[in-house]
Each structure stands twice: as structure tokens, then as C-alpha cells.
Nanobody
């Protein structure tokens, strides 16, 4: 059974950077997709970035694609989210999630399509 554990959250000022990490343990997936979602207080969970486990293809939400970069180290079963120029609107709990099947075009709005989730890590940006 696959387990995901996030780390790297924290509090920074606007304009700062953070790098989130997600380690996949248990019986790691060799195919499928790993995504970062975030959920701010009172808002729906939204997809931020996703990476193909086997092909390394990446996609990111328009709101972050110029500031956030998703990457992976398959040898370590790790997925990262480098976040630069953070803004107060980026404040949220960030989750790592995985699915073994194909990725739909609307993946960012369909967190239920991802069956494996981490516990989340809090990111707080102050102005």
C-alpha cells in the first residue's frame, strides 16, 4: 500500500520561497501521476501542479506556473514543489496526492480522481 508524507511547509514573507517534499513509501507507484493540491480556509481544494511518474511530464495551474516548479527524484521516491515569489494568496494547506490511471484535462478541479493522499503541510505567507 502506498503512503505519501509531505514536509517543508512553513511561514515566510511575501516574495519568499519554500520547497515542499513528498515521499512515497510502502509499495511506490511506478506509473500514474503525483500532484500537489492546496486548500485555503473556506475554499475548495485545487490542483497546483502534477508530474507523470514514468514520463516526467508536468502541468501547472495558470496561477502558479511562472512561480512554482514540480520535480521528482524517482530513485528516492520523492516529488518536490519549488515555490518562488510566494504571495499571501498562496497561503493554504498543501497536499501531495497520487493516482495510478491516466490524467484528465480537468485534473486540477477533480481531487476525487486521486485516491492516495498525504496528511498535508501548512504554508503561510505574510504580507
Amino acid at each position: 500500500q502506498v503512503q505519501l508524507v509531505e514536509s517543508g511547509g512553513g511561514s515566510v514573507q511575501a516574495g519568499g520561497s519554500l520547497k515542499l517534499s513528498c515521499v512515497m513509501s510502502g509499495d511506490p507507484l511506478t506509473r500514474g501521476w503525483i500532484a500537489w493540491f492546496r486548500q485555503a480556509a473556506g475554499k475548495e481544494r485545487e490542483g497546483v501542479a502534477v508530474i507523470g511518474i514514468s514520463n516526467g511530464n508536468t502541468y501547472a495551474a495558470d496561477s502558479v506556473k511562472d512561480r512554482f516548479t514540480i520535480s521528482q527524484d524517482n530513485a528516492k521516491n520523492m516529488v518536490y514543489l519549488q515555490m518562488n515569489n510566494l504571495q499571501p494568496a498562496d497561503t493554504a494547506t498543501y497536499y501531495c496526492a497520487a493516482r495510478s490511471g491516466p490524467l484528465g484535462m480537468t485534473w486540477m478541479r477533480k481531487p476525487d480522481d486521486f485516491s492516495i493522499w498525504g496528511q498535508g503541510t501548512q504554508v503561510t505567507i505574510s504580507s
